[in-house]
Protein backbone atom coordinates (compact mmCIF):
# COMPACT_ATOMS: atom_id res chain seq x y z
CA UNK A 1 0.00 0.00 0.00
CA UNK A 2 1.33 3.66 -1.07
CA UNK A 3 2.19 6.21 2.00
CA UNK A 4 -0.80 8.05 3.12
CA UNK A 5 -0.71 11.77 1.41
CA UNK A 6 -2.76 13.04 4.65
CA UNK A 7 0.36 13.34 7.03
CA UNK A 8 1.79 16.78 8.06
CA UNK A 9 5.37 15.84 6.88
CA UNK A 10 3.74 14.08 3.11
CA UNK A 11 1.55 16.95 2.65
CA UNK A 12 4.52 19.51 2.98
CA UNK A 13 6.66 17.69 0.70
CA UNK A 14 4.23 17.66 -1.94
CA UNK A 15 3.57 20.81 -2.07
CA UNK A 16 6.96 21.59 -1.73
CA UNK A 17 7.86 19.49 -4.78
CA UNK A 18 5.62 21.74 -7.05
CA UNK A 19 5.64 24.96 -5.31
CA UNK A 20 2.01 25.11 -4.34
CA UNK A 21 0.34 28.32 -2.86
CA UNK A 22 -2.80 27.73 -1.74
CA UNK A 23 -5.75 29.72 -2.92
CA UNK A 24 -7.80 31.26 0.08
CA UNK A 25 -10.75 32.47 -2.46
CA UNK A 26 -10.72 28.71 -3.50
CA UNK A 27 -11.46 27.49 0.00
CA UNK A 28 -7.64 25.68 -0.13
CA UNK A 29 -7.79 23.73 3.58
CA UNK A 30 -5.90 20.49 3.12
CA UNK A 31 -6.66 17.53 6.05
CA UNK A 32 -3.36 16.08 7.16
CA UNK A 33 -4.70 13.67 9.67
CA UNK A 34 -5.45 9.81 7.82
CA UNK A 35 -7.77 8.82 11.44
CA UNK A 36 -10.29 11.21 10.30
CA UNK A 37 -10.23 11.29 6.43
CA UNK A 38 -10.78 7.03 7.13
CA UNK A 39 -14.12 8.24 10.02
CA UNK A 40 -15.43 10.04 6.94
CA UNK A 41 -14.71 7.41 4.95
CA UNK A 42 -16.73 4.92 7.38
CA UNK A 43 -19.29 7.40 7.89
CA UNK A 44 -20.08 6.71 3.98
CA UNK A 45 -20.59 2.71 4.50
CA UNK A 46 -18.66 2.35 0.78
CA UNK A 47 -18.15 -1.29 -0.54
CA UNK A 48 -16.69 -2.66 -3.81
CA UNK A 49 -19.81 -1.96 -5.87
CA UNK A 50 -20.27 1.92 -4.85
CA UNK A 51 -19.20 4.49 -6.57
CA UNK A 52 -18.17 8.04 -5.34
CA UNK A 53 -18.30 11.34 -6.51
CA UNK A 54 -15.86 13.98 -4.86
CA UNK A 55 -15.59 17.42 -4.74
CA UNK A 56 -12.48 19.25 -4.77
CA UNK A 57 -9.67 16.60 -4.41
CA UNK A 58 -7.11 18.89 -3.72
CA UNK A 59 -3.75 17.15 -3.57
CA UNK A 60 -5.93 13.82 -3.27
CA UNK A 61 -5.61 13.15 0.62
CA UNK A 62 -9.59 12.06 0.95
CA UNK A 63 -9.65 10.53 -2.72
CA UNK A 64 -7.03 8.17 -2.23
CA UNK A 65 -8.66 6.95 0.95
CA UNK A 66 -11.77 6.60 -1.08
CA UNK A 67 -10.15 4.69 -3.84
CA UNK A 68 -8.96 2.27 -1.56
CA UNK A 69 -12.71 1.21 -0.77
CA UNK A 70 -14.91 1.77 -3.58
CA UNK A 71 -15.41 0.68 -7.08
CA UNK A 72 -14.58 4.24 -9.02
CA UNK A 73 -14.34 7.86 -7.62
CA UNK A 74 -14.96 10.64 -10.08
CA UNK A 75 -13.83 13.59 -8.49
CA UNK A 76 -14.44 17.48 -9.58
CA UNK A 77 -11.75 20.38 -9.02
CA UNK A 78 -11.57 24.01 -10.36
CA UNK A 79 -7.92 24.73 -9.99
CA UNK A 80 -5.94 23.47 -12.69
CA UNK A 81 -2.65 23.96 -11.01
CA UNK A 82 -3.63 20.79 -8.68
CA UNK A 83 -4.23 18.72 -11.83
CA UNK A 84 -0.15 17.41 -12.16
CA UNK A 85 0.08 17.04 -8.52
CA UNK A 86 -2.97 14.82 -8.64
CA UNK A 87 -1.82 12.69 -11.87
CA UNK A 88 1.37 11.92 -9.53
CA UNK A 89 -0.34 11.50 -5.89
CA UNK A 90 -3.08 9.27 -6.99
CA UNK A 91 -1.25 7.57 -9.99
CA UNK A 92 -1.57 4.10 -8.47
CA UNK A 93 -5.15 4.19 -8.37
CA UNK A 94 -6.67 3.09 -11.55
CA UNK A 95 -10.16 3.04 -10.50
CA UNK A 96 -9.88 7.65 -9.57
CA UNK A 97 -11.63 10.14 -12.41
CA UNK A 98 -10.30 14.00 -12.01
CA UNK A 99 -12.71 16.18 -13.72
CA UNK A 100 -10.86 19.84 -13.83
CA UNK A 101 -14.28 21.97 -13.86
CA UNK A 102 -16.42 24.07 -11.21
CA UNK A 103 -18.71 21.66 -9.98
CA UNK A 104 -21.39 24.30 -9.79
CA UNK A 105 -21.45 24.18 -13.31
CA UNK A 106 -21.23 21.13 -13.92
CA UNK A 107 -23.88 18.46 -15.39
CA UNK A 108 -23.63 16.10 -12.82
CA UNK A 109 -26.33 13.71 -14.05
CA UNK A 110 -24.66 13.27 -17.44
CA UNK A 111 -20.89 12.41 -15.50
CA UNK A 112 -22.79 9.44 -13.85
CA UNK A 113 -24.03 8.13 -17.05
CA UNK A 114 -21.08 8.34 -18.38
CA UNK A 115 -18.26 7.66 -15.80
CA UNK A 116 -20.49 5.25 -13.09
CA UNK A 117 -21.73 3.48 -15.91
CA UNK A 118 -23.92 0.37 -14.29
CA UNK A 119 -23.37 1.59 -11.06
CA UNK A 120 -25.96 1.70 -8.40
CA UNK A 121 -24.73 2.56 -5.58
CA UNK A 122 -23.51 6.13 -5.38
CA UNK A 123 -22.48 8.38 -2.69
CA UNK A 124 -21.11 11.96 -2.97
CA UNK A 125 -17.74 12.38 -0.46
CA UNK A 126 -16.08 15.69 0.16
CA UNK A 127 -14.17 18.18 2.34
CA UNK A 128 -16.28 21.16 1.05
CA UNK A 129 -14.73 24.18 -0.33
CA UNK A 130 -16.47 26.92 2.71
CA UNK A 131 -16.98 29.61 0.68
CA UNK A 132 -19.91 27.44 -1.46
CA UNK A 133 -20.76 24.76 0.97
CA UNK A 134 -24.28 25.65 0.14
CA UNK A 135 -25.03 26.29 -2.95
CA UNK A 136 -23.02 22.73 -3.73
CA UNK A 137 -25.31 20.95 -1.23
CA UNK A 138 -28.30 22.51 -2.76
CA UNK A 139 -27.22 21.82 -6.15
CA UNK A 140 -26.63 18.31 -5.55
CA UNK A 141 -30.32 17.57 -3.91
CA UNK A 142 -32.40 19.88 -6.81
CA UNK A 143 -30.40 18.01 -9.05
CA UNK A 144 -32.63 14.88 -8.04
CA UNK A 145 -29.21 12.87 -8.75
CA UNK A 146 -29.78 9.03 -8.15
CA UNK A 147 -27.42 9.16 -5.01
CA UNK A 148 -28.00 7.59 -1.98
CA UNK A 149 -26.74 10.25 0.21
CA UNK A 150 -23.56 12.22 1.20
CA UNK A 151 -21.04 12.69 3.83
CA UNK A 152 -19.26 16.02 3.93
CA UNK A 153 -17.15 18.27 6.07
CA UNK A 154 -18.47 21.90 6.17
CA UNK A 155 -18.51 24.28 8.67
CA UNK A 156 -19.84 23.74 12.31
CA UNK A 157 -22.12 26.30 12.04
CA UNK A 158 -23.67 25.43 8.58
CA UNK A 159 -24.00 21.50 10.14
CA UNK A 160 -25.53 23.27 12.84
CA UNK A 161 -28.25 25.09 11.05
CA UNK A 162 -28.87 21.85 8.75
CA UNK A 163 -29.32 19.81 11.33
CA UNK A 164 -31.75 22.06 13.48
CA UNK A 165 -34.62 21.04 14.87
CA UNK A 166 -37.84 23.61 15.43
CA UNK A 167 -37.59 26.00 18.06
CA UNK A 168 -33.88 26.87 18.15
CA UNK A 169 -31.71 29.51 16.75
CA UNK A 170 -30.23 27.70 14.31
CA UNK A 171 -33.26 26.59 12.57
CA UNK A 172 -34.02 28.29 9.14
CA UNK A 173 -34.86 27.84 5.71
CA UNK A 174 -31.54 26.13 5.06
CA UNK A 175 -32.74 23.49 7.94
CA UNK A 176 -35.94 23.27 6.19
CA UNK A 177 -34.82 22.33 2.36
CA UNK A 178 -31.83 19.91 3.03
CA UNK A 179 -34.56 17.89 6.03
CA UNK A 180 -37.32 18.59 3.08
CA UNK A 181 -34.38 15.78 0.62
CA UNK A 182 -32.55 14.02 3.53
CA UNK A 183 -32.21 12.47 6.61
CA UNK A 184 -29.44 14.78 7.97
CA UNK A 185 -26.98 14.51 11.23
CA UNK A 186 -23.94 15.58 12.61
CA UNK A 187 -21.76 12.72 12.71
CA UNK A 188 -18.68 14.05 14.28
CA UNK A 189 -17.33 17.92 14.99
CA UNK A 190 -13.28 18.38 13.78
CA UNK A 191 -10.79 20.82 15.15
CA UNK A 192 -8.98 23.37 13.02
CA UNK A 193 -5.59 22.07 13.83
CA UNK A 194 -5.88 19.13 11.53
CA UNK A 195 -6.13 21.24 8.12
CA UNK A 196 -3.28 23.11 6.75
CA UNK A 197 -3.67 25.99 6.92
CA UNK A 198 -5.77 25.99 9.44
CA UNK A 199 -9.17 27.72 8.69
CA UNK A 200 -10.46 30.34 11.09
CA UNK A 201 -13.50 28.28 11.93
CA UNK A 202 -14.08 25.06 13.36
CA UNK A 203 -15.57 21.76 11.20
CA UNK A 204 -18.11 19.57 11.21
CA UNK A 205 -18.93 16.26 9.04
CA UNK A 206 -22.71 15.98 8.54
CA UNK A 207 -24.14 12.52 7.18
CA UNK A 208 -26.99 13.16 4.49
CA UNK A 209 -29.14 10.39 3.67
CA UNK A 210 -31.23 11.14 0.60
CA UNK A 211 -35.40 10.12 1.44
CA UNK A 212 -37.03 7.91 -1.25
CA UNK A 213 -39.88 10.63 -1.38
CA UNK A 214 -39.31 14.22 0.32
CA UNK A 215 -40.33 14.48 3.98
CA UNK A 216 -44.10 15.97 3.38
CA UNK A 217 -46.02 16.52 0.28
CA UNK A 218 -46.30 19.85 -1.40
CA UNK A 219 -48.18 20.90 -4.06
CA UNK A 220 -45.92 23.51 -5.42
CA UNK A 221 -42.02 22.84 -4.27
CA UNK A 222 -41.17 26.26 -5.54
CA UNK A 223 -43.88 27.66 -3.56
CA UNK A 224 -42.85 25.82 -0.54
CA UNK A 225 -39.58 27.15 -0.94
CA UNK A 226 -41.55 30.67 -1.26
CA UNK A 227 -43.44 30.46 1.99
CA UNK A 228 -40.60 28.94 3.83
CA UNK A 229 -37.96 31.53 2.97
CA UNK A 230 -40.72 34.37 3.63
CA UNK A 231 -41.45 33.29 6.82
CA UNK A 232 -38.14 33.54 8.07
CA UNK A 233 -37.61 37.30 6.55
CA UNK A 234 -36.91 38.89 9.58
CA UNK A 235 -36.76 36.82 12.76
CA UNK A 236 -38.26 38.88 15.00
CA UNK A 237 -41.03 39.61 12.72
CA UNK A 238 -44.77 37.25 13.43
CA UNK A 239 -45.76 34.76 10.52
CA UNK A 240 -48.71 36.91 9.24
CA UNK A 241 -46.49 40.00 9.41
CA UNK A 242 -43.68 38.34 7.27
CA UNK A 243 -45.98 36.68 4.52
CA UNK A 244 -47.89 40.05 4.32
CA UNK A 245 -44.26 41.77 3.64
CA UNK A 246 -42.25 38.75 1.84
CA UNK A 247 -45.02 37.42 -0.69
CA UNK A 248 -45.85 38.91 -3.60
CA UNK A 249 -49.27 41.11 -3.05
CA UNK A 250 -48.49 40.05 0.62
CA UNK A 251 -50.06 43.28 2.23
CA UNK A 252 -53.59 43.01 0.00
CA UNK A 253 -54.17 39.75 0.83
CA UNK A 254 -53.45 39.81 4.44
CA UNK A 255 -57.54 38.51 5.66
CA UNK A 256 -57.10 35.67 3.03
CA UNK A 257 -53.58 34.37 4.89
CA UNK A 258 -55.14 35.44 8.60
CA UNK A 259 -58.08 32.98 7.07
CA UNK A 260 -55.87 30.38 6.52
CA UNK A 261 -53.79 30.82 9.41
CA UNK A 262 -57.10 30.15 11.74
CA UNK A 263 -57.85 27.20 9.38
CA UNK A 264 -54.60 25.51 10.22
CA UNK A 265 -54.84 26.61 13.98
CA UNK A 266 -51.46 28.38 13.60
CA UNK A 267 -51.42 31.44 15.87
CA UNK A 268 -50.42 34.51 13.77
CA UNK A 269 -48.65 36.12 16.91
CA UNK A 270 -46.08 32.76 16.28
CA UNK A 271 -42.59 33.15 14.79
CA UNK A 272 -41.25 30.96 11.82
CA UNK A 273 -38.92 29.40 13.64
CA UNK A 274 -41.81 27.34 15.71
CA UNK A 275 -43.08 25.95 12.72
CA UNK A 276 -42.55 22.52 11.98
CA UNK A 277 -41.94 20.98 8.33
CA UNK A 278 -45.40 19.74 8.66
CA UNK A 279 -46.99 22.98 9.33
CA UNK A 280 -45.30 24.69 6.64
CA UNK A 281 -46.35 22.30 4.20
CA UNK A 282 -49.91 22.26 5.27
CA UNK A 283 -49.68 26.29 5.25
CA UNK A 284 -48.18 26.67 1.79
CA UNK A 285 -50.92 24.02 0.34
CA UNK A 286 -53.28 26.30 1.79
CA UNK A 287 -51.86 29.55 0.62
CA UNK A 288 -51.16 28.19 -2.82
CA UNK A 289 -54.88 27.96 -3.47
CA UNK A 290 -54.67 31.85 -3.05
CA UNK A 291 -51.15 32.50 -5.03
CA UNK A 292 -51.34 30.27 -7.47
N1 LIG B 1 -10.13 17.14 -0.46
C1 LIG B 1 -8.95 17.89 -0.07
C2 LIG B 1 -8.65 17.61 1.38
O1 LIG B 1 -9.55 17.17 2.09
O2 LIG B 1 -7.52 17.85 1.81
C3 LIG B 1 -9.12 19.39 -0.32
C4 LIG B 1 -10.34 20.05 0.29
S1 LIG B 1 -10.32 21.80 0.18
C5 LIG B 1 -11.30 22.19 1.63
C6 LIG B 1 -11.48 22.21 -1.12
C7 LIG B 1 -11.06 21.86 -2.53
O3 LIG B 1 -12.13 22.23 -3.42
C8 LIG B 1 -9.83 22.58 -3.07
O4 LIG B 1 -9.01 21.65 -3.72
C9 LIG B 1 -10.39 23.61 -4.08
O5 LIG B 1 -9.50 23.92 -5.12
C10 LIG B 1 -11.62 22.86 -4.59
N2 LIG B 1 -12.72 23.73 -5.09
C11 LIG B 1 -13.06 24.98 -4.68
N3 LIG B 1 -14.14 25.42 -5.33
C12 LIG B 1 -14.53 24.42 -6.18
C13 LIG B 1 -15.59 24.29 -7.13
N4 LIG B 1 -16.50 25.26 -7.31
N5 LIG B 1 -15.67 23.15 -7.85
C14 LIG B 1 -14.75 22.15 -7.67
N6 LIG B 1 -13.73 22.22 -6.78
C15 LIG B 1 -13.62 23.34 -6.04
Redesign the pocket.
Known amino acids: MNKDI?TPMRTREILHKYGFSF?KS??????IDTNI?RRIVDFAELSSETGVI??????G???EQLARRAKKVVA????QR?LPILEDTLSSYSNVHIIH????KADIQHVIDNELIGIRDIMVV???????TTP?IMKLLTDRLPIRGMVV?LQKEVADRISAQPGTKDYGSLSIAIQYYTKAETVMTVPRTVFIPQPNVDSAVIRLTKREKPLVNVENELFFFQVVRASFGQRRKTILNNLMSNLPNGKSLKKEIETVLAELHIDPRRRGETLSIDEFASLSNQLWTIFA
Open positions: AKLGQNFLLEIGPGIALTFEIDLQDVLANLPYYVIM
